[in-house]
């Protein structure tokens, strides 16, 4: 996790600071979570440089960033967990509002991430990684 709070720290940050390219350590979830926020269309895109680090593409819209907010909701001093029941309303917690969604780290394919819709449309729950709006 220290890789993924770091990462996600970085991605807040050049968010704030209006910088287009992010370079960060390579890691497989990493790459995962890049590929779902490429898809929802939250970067352009990211390119791996060397065995070691990433090259991550933000996207801006008007001056601002596409990516206003990542928040963590499960972290190891209190672990959380969602079944599917819970994924059914988007106002599962105070601060997820009806425009964001969450990442969560579920238990298939070895720790796959999923998006709550997805999460949902299998049937499954998981830990919640983060919130993105």
């Known amino acids: 996790m220290p890789i993924l ?10 968010a704030q600071n209006k910088t287009n390219t992010i370079e960060v350590k390579y890691n497989k979830r990493v790459i995962k979570l ?3 926020l490429e898809e929802l269309g939250y970067i352009y895109g990211f390119t791996v440089l060397d065995k070691h680090y990433l090259k991550v593409h933000l996207k801006f ?3 601002k960033s596409v990516l206003r907010n990542l928040k963590f909701v499960s972290k190891p001093s209190m672990r959380v967990y969602f079944r599917k029941k819970h994924l059914k309303g988007y106002n599962v917690l105070s601060f ?3 425009n964001s969604f969450l990442i969560l780290h579920t238990s298939k394919n070895r720790g796959e991430f999923l998006t709550d819709v997805e999460c949902f449309m299998l049937g499954i729950g998981g830990e919640p990684a983060f919130v993105v709006s």
């Not at 709070?5 to 050049?14: E, N, P, R």
């Open 34 to 36: 890049c590929k779902i």
């Open 5 to 14: 709070s770091s990462f996600v720290g970085t991605l807040k940050s050049a």
């Open 61 to 63: 819209y008007e001056n």
């Open 96 to 98: 997820i509002k009806t």
